[in-house]
């Protein structure tokens, strides 16, 4: 099949969460099985592409209203083709998202670019695979101005929704930019006469398939309590919503191999692990106490992680306890200062490293004894999935993604792979943490418990073929 992926996020290269890591494994994983797969992400100023060759292959110019943007596409690689969008004046900015002015125009650029590059590049997709409400445009650009263009016109649209809760709302005053101003009647009317457009609803609306990331959360969203407002839409096409779990590139994930480890272990031995713990802690200037459990947090601070949860549990557990906490973050000032006051009620105890460090990320999933994911909800999650495979303990609410792939332990069957805790409250997670700290204390359990999550596969490879069947059933159905 030919594939077309279009998003806003491409580990190494622009990442703020889960998406980015998405973007990366999932193509690579189809272009090994023998598809032609294209992925078009914008060139923020933020990449990192130090020894990497780019090679222009196309200059485009597009009209966004009575905006006209210059852009260079220069491509990367092959099987699959990454084309990097260079397009300064609205992705040279220092983050990957703005609160902007033209932030809708920033990608709106990156859905019409996509589109116009194929007939530069004389590529028909079977699919175009599009990525949150960055991405969620393309549907109706592919059903109205491109319905009879010559590379286009076969093309199935596939939206994956990686976080309902962002949508691209915006006013109705950008309506011109969108070039849709003569088929506004296809954008939802109510929404219209309160003055106002979305991104993702018109996605929703228009993709001739609709997934997300977990079957879990596939149910979820189209529930008032989780649907964001958007639940209502995502029943009325029930039937095209799946949910499919993220896996896990075990080529960056692993370690076994991991390029950021101070030493190496794997399932068969795991001495290695207690190196990388001793580093860990020591790195982020807190005391080695090999019979301390530590527990690792890596995550954007949002209030959807569920993180308000810890500030009335954490400084009695940990005075209690004597466990350390590694955490790794950045985002929303209440959290990030929750965190610094802990770690000043805490300095030997808890470390807070604010910011954004793919190297410190695997080192937490290796060195750390538990990961804890208090959520308040999660469409995937990936880091639960790293943990288990470094033999890290999970511990999670049970929503999403998160109720999907952690198995709860008991402690009779020596069954299980984490601690799930259903009510997320505060006596939820301190239970959770607390049956943790308990079964730490039993090492026979504890290592059962690492041997059965270090046994879990969540490779690409499965969840590829579930993608596979979706594409194979879009292009076999009428547009
Ligand atoms: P989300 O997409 O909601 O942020 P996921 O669990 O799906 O959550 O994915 C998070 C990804 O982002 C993981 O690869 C995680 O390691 C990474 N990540 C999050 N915060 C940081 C950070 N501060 N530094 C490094 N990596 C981070």
Known sequence: MKLLFVASELAPYAKTGGL?????????????????????????????????????VAELTIPLGSHRYPVRVLALGTAPTIYFLHCPPLYARGRLYTSDADEHRRFLLLSYAALELCGRLDFAPDVVHCHDWQA??????????????????????????????????????????????HVAHLFHQELLKAGRVNFLLQGILYADGVSTVSPTYAQEIQTPAHGAGLDGFLRARKTTVVGILNGVDYDEWSPENDRYLPARYSAADRSNKAICKQALVESLGLPYVPSAPVVGIVSRMASQKGFDLLGEV???????????LTVLGSGEPGLEDMFTRLQRAFPRQVCFYQGFSNKLAHQIEAGADMFLMPSRYEPCGLNQLYSLRYGTVPIVHKTGGLADTVRPWHPRTRTGTGFVFEHHDAAGVRWALQAALATYRDPPAWSRLIDNGMAADFSWDRQARRYEYVYEKLIGTDR
């Not at 109706?140 to 809760?165: C, E, F, P």
């Open 314 to 324: 954490l400084p009695g557990l940990l005075q209690r306890n004597g466990f350390q």
């Open 136 to 181: 969620a445009l393309i549907p109706l650009l592919l059903k109205t101005i491109y319905a009879r263009d010559r590379h286009l016109a076969g093309a199935r649209s596939l939206l994956t929704i990686h976080n309902l809760n962002y949508q691209g709302g915006f006013p109705d005053s950008i309506g011109p930019d969108t070039n849709l101003t």
């Open 20 to 56: 980015a890591d998405v973007v990366a494994a999932l193509p690579k994983t189809l272009a090994r099985a023998g598809h032609d797969v294209r992925i078009v992400v914008p060139l923020y100023d933020t990449a990192k592409l130090d020894g990497v060759t780019l090679t222009q």
